[in-house]
C-alpha cells in the first residue's frame, strides 16, 4: 500500500495503480474486454503488467484505422470518432459480443465488463491539447442489469506519452472504483484522482446509470465535480443529465443569468423572458444556435457555509422543471464567466443581470488580484463580442426607479461607466413588470421557512405546486396547517 497526504490532516491508504489492478486480476468472477481508440492500449497494459490478467482479460483491442473502426462499430452519423455515441457504441457492442460467446451455462458465477474510451492527444502544433470519452459498462450480479459510469476528459499535459500513461492510471481506477466503491460514489468520483494531479487532466461531465446507481443523482455528481476542483464548470439539462459544456456552447450565441434561484421567482423569469426576447432580436443571434444558461456560482452555493446538498438540489429540481439548462461555475467574477465561454464560440453573448449585479462588476475590490485591476477585468469582460442587459432595481424608499441612466457608481468609476454604457455595451430591459420589483427570493425563502401565507403569488406558475409536492426549502403542509 502506499501512503498518500491527502490536505494538511488526513492521511489515507491508497493502493498503488499495480495493485489495484492485481484485485481486479485476481478476482475470479471479473471478466471483461477493453477496447482504447486513439491513445493506444494504456489502461489495459496496466492490467498486463500486474500479473494474473488471463482471468480477467477477454480480449483488448484498438481500432486505430478508421474504416476499420467503422466496419467493427459502424459509422456515427457526424461521421466523428470522439464523441459520446460512438463510446457508447462501443460498450454495447463488446457487451454483446461477451454475452454471445461466453455462455452463460459454463461461467454462470461471471461478472462481465467492458471498458473502452476513444480519446484525441494533444496535436503535433500543440494548439490543441486533447480530450476524450471513458467508460465502463459492468454487472455486479450475473442476474441484474449493467451499470454505466462515461466520463469526459480534457488532457492538461503538453506531451502525448504523458497522456497517455495518465489515461492508463484514470482507467485503472475507474474500473477498480466501479467494482469496489459503487456503494459510495462520491467517494468513486475522488478516487479517478488516485496518483493523479488536477493539472494533469480535468474531468468536466459525467453520468451514472443502471440498477446499482439508480438512486444517484447526476445532478449531485456533477456538483462534485466543481466542489472537489476537478473542474471550473459543469452543466445539466432540465432532464436532470449532465451535459458536456464544450458540446452544447460550440460555436453558440449564450445568454446567461447569474443568480441564487433560491427559489427562482417572477423577478427571475420577467428577467429571462425580456432579456431573451431581446438577445433573440440582436442582428447577429440566430434563434436556432441561441442558448440560454441559468448560472449558479459556487460561492452563491456557500455563502452561508458550507454546500447544503439538499439545498441545490431543491433549486436545480424548480430550474429543470421550467425546462432550463443549467450551469454550476467556480467563476466568481463575470469575465472568469465570459472567458469560459469564450473558450467554445465566437458568437455573440450577452449577460442579463439586475442593477445590484452591475454595481459589483464596478467595484474595484474584486480585481485586486490582478496587475491591471479593474481595467484587465474589463478588457477581458468587453473584449469579446458581449452585451449586457439590465434589469432595474426598485429603490425602497422613493420608489424610483433605478437604470443604467440614473445609477450612480463611485465617482472613480464613472468615465469607465460612460464609456461602456454609451458604446451600446449595456442596454436597459425597459419593457419589466413593475408588479415584480418588490419580490425577493430571500423574502420568499423565509415566508415558506415561518408558514407564511402569500409567497405562492411571488412565484411563476406551477412553482409553489411543485415546491409543495416535493416539500422543497424546507416547505411542510405538516407546519402550515399546525399555524392555521
Not at 409553489?464 to 411542510?476: A, M, N, T, V
Request: hydrophobic share 40%.
Amino acid at each position: 500500500m502506499s501512503i498518500t497526504l491527502k490536505g494538511d490532516k488526513e492521511i489515507a491508504n491508497i493502493p498503488s495503480i499495480k495493485r489495484k489492478a492485481l484485485r481486479i486480476n485476481l478476482n475470479e468472477h471479473i471478466y471483461g474486454t477493453f477496447a482504447e481508440i486513439g491513445a493506444g492500449q494504456e489502461t489495459v497494459r496496466n492490467f498486463f503488467r500486474a500479473g494474473g490478467a488471463s482471468g480477467t482479460i477477454a480480449k483488448a483491442m484498438s481500432a486505430y484505422d478508421k474504416d476499420f473502426s467503422d466496419a467493427v462499430y459502424g459509422i456515427e452519423p457526424d461521421k466523428r470518432y470522439v464523441t459520446e455515441p460512438r463510446l457508447k457504441r462501443m460498450l454495447s457492442h463488446e457487451i454483446e459480443l461477451m454475452e454471445d460467446r461466453l455462455s452463460r451455462n459454463k461461467h454462470p458465477e461471471k461478472l462481465f465488463f467492458t471498458y473502452a474510451n476513444t480519446v484525441a492527444t494533444i496535436d503535433f502544433a500543440k494548439k490543441f491539447k486533447g480530450h476524450g470519452w471513458v467508460g465502463v459498462k459492468f454487472q455486479l450480479d450475473p442476474l441484474e442489469g449493467y451499470n454505466e459510469i462515461i466520463l469526459h476528459i480534457r488532457f492538461r499535459q503538453t506531451d502525448a506519452r504523458l497522456q497517455q500513461e495518465t489515461l492508463g492510471t484514470l482507467g485503472v481506477n475507474l474500473l477498480y472504483g466501479a467494482f469496489y466503491m459503487n456503494d459510495r460514489p462520491k467517494d468513486l468520483l475522488k478516487s479517478f484522482y488516485d496518483h493523479l494531479d488536477k493539472d494533469q487532466i480535468e474531468i468536466d461531465m459525467i453520468n451514472f446509470s443502471g440498477p446499482r446507481f439508480m438512486y444517484v443523482d447526476n445532478r449531485l455528481m456533477s456538483l462534485q465535480l466543481v466542489k472537489n476542483g476537478m473542474t471550473d464548470a459543469v452543466m445539466f439539462g432540465p432532464d436532470g443529465n449532465n451535459l458536456l459544456p464544450a458540446q452544447e456552447l460550440y460555436k453558440k450565441n449564450i445568454l446567461a443569468l447569474r443568480g441564487s434561484f433560491r427559489p427562482v421567482t417572477k423577478v427571475n423569469m420577467d428577467m429571462f423572458e425580456k432579456a431573451h426576447q431581446m438577445f433573440l432580436e440582436e442582428k447577429t443571434v440566430k434563434e436556432e444556435r441561441a442558448r440560454v444558461i441559468f448560472e449558479i456560482t459556487l460561492a452563491n452555493l456557500r455563502a452561508e457555509g458550507e454546500i447544503n446538498e439538499r439545498d441545490f438540489l431543491d433549486r436545480a429540481e424548480l430550474l429543470c422543471s421550467l425546462g432550463q439548462t443549467v450551469m454550476i461555475t467556480n467563476f466568481q467574477e463575470y469575465y472568469k464567466l465570459v472567458e469560459y465561454f469564450a473558450e467554445f464560440t465566437k458568437e455573440r453573448m450577452a449577460l442579463a443581470m439586475g442593477v445590484y449585479n452591475l454595481v459589483q462588476i464596478f467595484d474595484e475590490k474584486y480585481y485586486r488580484h490582478l496587475s491591471g485591476g479593474i481595467l484587465e477585468a474589463f478588457g477581458k469582460l468587453f473584449f469579446k463580442d458581449l452585451k449586457v442587459y439590465l434589469y432595474p432595481l426598485k429603490d425602497q424608499e422613493s420608489g424610483e426607479f433605478i437604470t443604467s441612466e440614473t445609477l450612480k457608481v463611485h465617482p472613480r468609476m464613472k468615465e469607465l461607466y460612460k464609456f461602456f454604457k454609451y458604446n451600446g455595451k449595456m442596454l436597459d430591459i425597459k419593457d419589466f413588470d413593475p408588479g415584480t420589483l418588490d419580490i425577493f427570493s430571500r423574502k420568499v425563502l423565509k415566508m415558506i421557512g415561518d408558514c407564511e401565507e402569500g409567497w405562492e403569488t411571488m412565484l411563476p406558475e406551477g412553482v409553489p405546486d411543485i415546491i409543495k409536492e416535493h416539500r422543497l426549502f424546507g416547505y411542510s403542509r405538516r407546519k402550515f396547517a399546525n399555524k392555521q
